[in-house]
């Protein structure tokens, strides 16, 4: 397809999802908020940073300042604050800057992507669900959602185009914006080798790009070996946050047994039970799904990796799902398996409006600072 055509379904997509969340911004504060004394600031930039928002601006400012700061990676924040200089604002309008910046590329290269494997039907729907999914408010927040999308999806851009590596050093940006970054080292791998026939007599230099990958991780370790003395902090520093090291299969048990019995509060009773809902969903769609509806092991492969990831880090406080459903939402792969699935146009578009449905109400709570998954 051609590359205009492409780039004004992105720009149409863009608007839509600004439009989307500006309004329900907008709306919340109107009726929640009465008398707030600069509302064009609230809708713009205040509904969109809060909670870990917070701890990105203030590395931004300050750099790594404590040891629990060292769970959030440095791309982000580094990138804030270059903006920031570069456009003599504050680190807060060019957090969303930058959010946007990389949300309207993610959205262009995603439909690039599942063209090129695919084709446009797929693409396009893969977008809707990626607007409307129940947390995709946060693809326009002072969050890594865009930026790790960006990044993931380029790397498979790249690696599907054959352009080894261009996949490694776009790898090497995401693994410097999470520590899931390090998982496109799978398909690279299963990409890499399918190129070449499986014949270690066809390799060539090209081979090391896959190294770039986990570099990323290494060039943060090596800063925190400097700053605290040790390389592997981020990992450390997670009982800080209240997260232990556990099983998937241990996480899914007593998980949803916390999620059932556990919550008291009307909010934690929806949230709670909505995030292990998503997880369930998501690992129905990765299994039963693929089975229907076969994508390539390259995608399978790390959408399932990077869907059970995060259960081996459940929060021990709060909830053993916890931010759950914001890791699903940069998945693409879950995004592409479920339109896959879902063909006929009607089951299709009542299921994005129910999704739309759930996220205007996340959002809205979001607004009202109830924290969100």
Known sequence: MKTAKLLLFSILFFLLHKFIVFSVALWTYLKYFTGTPDLRYAVIIHAFEKWDSGWYIEIARSGYYSLQSTAFFPLFPITVRNV?????????????????????GSIYYLLRLVTYDFDFRTAFRTVVFLIVFPVSFYLSCMYTESMFLFFTVTSFYAMRKRQFWAAGILGLFA????NSGILLLIPWAIEYLRYKEFKLSKFRWDVLSGLLIPLGLGIYMLKLKSRFGDPLSFAHVQAMWSREFHLPWDTLYYGTINAIYSPVSP???????????????SLLVMTVGQLARRMPLSYWLYGVVALLLPLTQPNMENAWFMSTPRFE???????????????PRVLFYSVMFVSLLCSLYMQMKWTRGFFVS
């Open 267 to 281: 909010w934690a009773k929806i949230l709670h039970r909505f995030e292990p809902l998503t997880v369930y969903l």
């Open 84 to 104: 920031a200089y570069l456009l003599h604002t504050s680190n807060e309008f060019a957090g969303l800057v930058v959010d946007n910046v990389f949300l309207f």
């Open 175 to 178: 693994s410097l914006t999470r």
């Open 329 to 343: 939402l940069v998945l693409f792969p879950l995004l592409i398996l479920t339109v896959l699935w879902i063909r």
